[in-house]
């Protein structure tokens, strides 16, 4: 069973910058896709960025294309989700997901198999 623990949320001023890492057990990391999603108070859960198993891959939610990058270390087990020029509306619960059926690198929330708790990103304006 895959385990997928979060972290590096905060609360920043609109403009700032935070990144998020998502640290992996109790799988083979380098074989899984890795997606971030967010979910916002009375929102449906949504795709931002996803990165396929080499890292050599990424993709992203228009709105935050050219502001967040994500990014990968196999050897760490860890996916990461560089944030800058955060605006309000990126306020949100951000959660990091697992996808074991290789090569695909999914953006919806049904291809992925693996959940962490998520965590808190709050952009003051």
């Known amino acids: 069973q895959v385990q997928l623990v979060e972290s590096g949320g905060g609360l920043v001023q609109a403009g700032g910058s935070l990144r998020l890492s998502c640290l992996a057990s109790g799988g083979t990391f380098s074989s899984y896709g890795m997606g971030w999603f967010r979910q916002a108070p009375g929102k449906e859960r949504e795709f931002v960025a996803a990165i396929n198993w080499s890292g050599g891959s990424t993709y992203y939610k228009d709105s935050v294309k050219g502001r967040f990058t994500i990014s990968r270390d196999n050897a760490k087990n860890t996916v990461y989700l560089q944030m800058n020029s955060l605006k309000p509306e990126d306020t949100a619960v951000y959660y990091c997901?697992?996808?074991?059926?290789?090569?695909?690198?999914?953006?919806?929330?049904?291809?992925?198999?693996?959940w962490g708790q998520g965590t808190q990103v709050t952009v003051s304006s």
């Open positions: 997901a697992a996808d074991n059926s290789p090569p695909r690198v999914g953006t919806r929330v049904y291809e992925y198999d693996y």
